[in-house]
């Protein structure tokens, strides 16, 4: 089977740099069922190229890849109609890689595919077509349609100690935190941020504003709420565009 071109290969732990930190990490369930991550790390001090001069295991609440276990059977899509590719994935959501590895082939491929279905869930690699542009975003479609609205996850170690609202925990060195966002895509231009609220939808959706914003029932909105208001922001949008005077020649 052809396969996609194999960028690195890892043996039975995944090798990860964290600032600056080389470290070898496990994911697994514990005894409470909480998914853990444990990470042999290795610093060194540059006194003697080559060398590690400390090590310690820390241990992280939660991981970095979307599912657990952290490989699931997946589909890679190349977009060639017909072409699939059928594989072990793991997503990881801290450094938006796709993994890949074949019948248990310990070799593992970092890919971008045009999408790629995990755990019953497809991403979508967010492309300008034609100007060949990659905006780097992998998302799920919420709402299809010229205008879609899009959802992408990622995820972030924070480490306990410092000064980000999390109290210490004795268990654990950090909990990797999850981030959701919605997007906004008018066809084939660059996903907008937006938040389910009404002023973030109207500001997208700027060319309709006052129509968009008399349609939507409160400040707060619901992922039905905003479906329906983009669809009404495609119906108002092909109006406007059948209603323009043919230009003189």
């Given at each position: 089977m052809a396969r996609f071109q194999l960028i690195l290969s890892f043996l039975c732990?995944?090798?990860?740099?964290?600032?600056g930190q080389e470290s070898l990490c496990k994911v697994f369930r514990d005894t409470r069922g909480r998914i853990v991550t444990?990470?042999?790390?290795?610093?060194?001090?540059?006194?003697?190229?080559?060398?590690?001069?400390?090590?310690?295991?820390?241990?992280?609440?939660?991981?970095?890849?979307?599912t657990y276990p952290t490989w699931q059977k997946g589909v890679v899509r190349t977009g060639k109609p017909g072409k699939e590719l059928y594989c072990e994935l793991a997503y990881?959501?801290?450094?938006?890689?796709?993994?890949c590895r074949f019948?248990?082939?310990?070799?593992?491929?970092?890919?971008?595919?045009?999408?790629?279905?995990?755990?019953?869930?497809?991403?979508?690699?967010?492309?300008?077509?034609l100007l060949g542009t990659d905006y780097q975003l992998y998302a799920t479609v919420v709402h299809s349609g010229q205008t879609k609205l899009l959802k992408s996850l990622s995820n972030?170690?924070?480490?306990?100690?410092?000064?980000?609202?999390y109290e210490q925990?004795?268990?654990?060195n950090g909990v990797y935190q999850t981030t959701i966002k919605y997007h906004i895509r008018k066809g084939n231009a660059r996903p907008?941020?937006?938040?389910?609220?009404?002023?973030?939808?109207?500001?997208a959706l700027h060319e309709q504003a006052k129509k968009i914003a008399a349609r939507l029932p409160a400040e707060k909105l619901t992922i039905g709420d905003v479906a329906n208001a983009l669809m009404l922001y495609d119906s108002l949008?092909?109006?406007t565009r059948v209603s323009k005077p043919i230009p003189d020649l």
């Open positions: 732990a995944t090798s990860v740099t964290v600032w444990t990470c042999d790390v290795y610093a060194s001090t540059g006194l003697v190229p080559g060398m590690s001069s400390t090590h310690r295991q820390e241990t992280y609440l939660g991981s970095q890849y979307l990881d959501l801290v450094n938006n890689d796709v993994l019948n248990g082939d310990p070799k593992i491929s970092y890919l971008t595919p045009p999408s790629f279905v995990i755990n019953g869930l497809e991403f979508t690699r967010q492309y300008d077509n972030q170690l924070v480490l306990y100690g410092n000064s980000n609202g925990d004795s268990e654990f907008q941020v937006v938040e389910l609220t009404r002023k973030s939808v109207v500001r949008m092909v109006a």
